[in-house]
């Protein structure tokens, strides 16, 4: 059942970035007078799909003739009217655009004349267009879901600085951090809100040394974290392991054999300690009740406005029967956003997803982080969508904006095969004032093609690595 829904939402996100990205060639395409003859969510081998000339069909395209029925995709005209498919390998999509090179690899024209509705045909404003618009619209998505969620749900701030709790073994604590600490400042960045501190130790100046001005115990004190070594933790996907003071474990229903309800929890209960330990998030509070198996325990809870403890003895694996979720009890703000003002908020946020990944790209140039760590496949991106799918609708869509974000910034890149490598022949093209020869894009676009299908190879051996 696990597999089936991570599965799902991997269709979900995969298929939207690459429609959304695939529209924009199409509509782009469709604007500037050209034929669009295939839009494929997929590569190769064709599935299935609809055009108006032969309708919906399985397989190649069948179109009957006089005296046949013809099913060689190079041999069907379909007379302007594109066929819309789905291929067999789902590791993209393409829109065939007449008279172009492509991932089809269609050079049926090569030597003719160039036709008015071929994309040879048109100028270079057209052409950076058309090729530009897949870009235009996986960073419109990201900018549209960012602005979105900050319309309609605001953005919260945790007005605390404190850390309440810092897992044993973690990120945090491997760089010195305490229980208790109030962070003052980070490389010389005021820090005044939770999402402050946690920029400030993860995204913000990534991979450098963190320079921490915090309160301990009474007295100011500094601390020098490696950034680098943050930087490799968190790209095994390991979690930073704090929680903001006043963040607290709540219990939900409990259920009906269990030691939670003999013991009088009800839901909505507010953990307070557990066994004279204060309690701030789930793990924390799970981890501490391995340690009474079978052993009764005192737990404080708040209800309503009254303070009570109630002694609970947890089963033999440590459970009492009961579920649990994480609520912020402390000092928080939630920022309304405007129509525009939230476009705006959407459209920065999009650009720190840019600067992010640059970022990412130089650490492993410098060396902070492996290629390994660094880069994931399908079978990352289809774990992470359904972890994500699970924290909530908010974390889902925030994600899909920063793959979108990441879609968009490598297809312009300058790579035969990609957008951006298409672009660079527009250009080439308008300053020697004539087509590169089609031979010579053809034997690039296949290199590149090659190159790309080795690389996501590589990609996807790291995948199978990291989830044996």
Do not use: C
């Amino acid at each position: 059942m696990a597999f089936l829904s991570t599965l799902f939402y991997f269709v979900i996100v995969l298929g939207v970035l690459v429609v959304v990205h695939e529209f924009g060639h199409f509509i782009a395409a469709r604007l500037s007078g050209m034929r669009a003859d295939v839009f494929s969510v997929g590569m190769g081998q064709r599935l299935f799909g609809w055009n108006k000339i032969s309708g919906f069909s399985f397989g190649n395209i069948k179109i009957k003739t006089d005296t046949e029925f013809v099913d060689d995709p190079d041999a069907i005209d379909l007379d302007g009217h594109t066929d819309y498919r789905l291929a067999l390998f789902p590791i993209g999509g393409y829109v065939k655009i007449a008279g172009m090179v492509d991932e089809s690899f269609d050079t049926n024209y090569a030597g003719m004349e160039p036709k008015e509705y071929e994309f040879r045909s048109k100028n270079v404003f057209q052409k950076s267009i058309v090729i530009s618009a897949g870009v235009i619209m996986n960073f419109l998505l990201s900018v549209l879901l960012v602005g979105g969620i900050a319309f309609f749900n605001g953005e919260a701030e945790y007005k605390t600085n404190r850390i309440g709790h810092v897992a044993e073994q973690s990120i945090a604590e491997k760089a010195g951090l305490h229980t208790g600490d109030q962070i003052l400042e980070i490389n010389s960045k005021s820090i005044s809100t939770w999402q402050d501190l946690v920029l400030g130790l993860t995204t913000d100046d990534l991979g450098k040394e963190k320079n921490i001005k915090l309160v301990r115990d009474g007295q100011t004190t500094f601390l020098t974290a490696d950034g680098a070594a943050i930087l490799q933790e968190m790209a095994s996907e390991k979690k930073l392991g704090i929680a903001p003071y006043g963040m607290r474990v709540v219990f939900g229903e409990p259920s009906s054999d269990g030691a939670a309800q003999k013991a009088g929890f009800k839901s909505n209960d507010t953990v307070m300690t557990l066994a004279g330990n204060e309690i701030f998030n789930t793990n924390q509070f799970l981890d501490e009740l391995q340690n009474y198996k079978s052993t009764p325990v005192d737990i404080v809870v708040k209800r309503s406005d009254m303070i009570e403890t109630i002694n609970v003895t947890p089963n033999e694996n440590g459970k009492i029967g009961i579920s649990i979720g994480i609520a912020y009890t402390g000092k928080f703000s939630i920022r309304n956003y405007g129509l525009f003002e939230s476009v705006g908020y959407g459209y920065t946020k999009t650009v720190d997803y840019i600067d992010l990944f640059f970022s990412s790209i130089g650490q492993i140039f410098e060396g902070n982080i492996s290629l390994k760590q660094s880069v994931g496949g399908p079978i990352m991106i289809a774990k992470q969508a359904g972890k994500q799918a699970e924290q909530g609708i908010v974390s889902f869509l925030l994600f899909m904006s920063m793959l979108s974000t990441t879609l968009a910034v490598i297809n312009i890149l300058p790579f035969p095969a990609l957008d951006g490598g298409h672009l660079v022949f527009i250009i080439i093209e308008a300053i020697i004032r004539r087509e590169v020869p089609i031979k010579v894009k053809m034997a690039i676009q296949q290199t590149g093609i090659i190159a790309l299908l080795l690389f996501m190879a590589v990609i996807i051996y790291y995948d199978v690595v990291r989830s044996l």
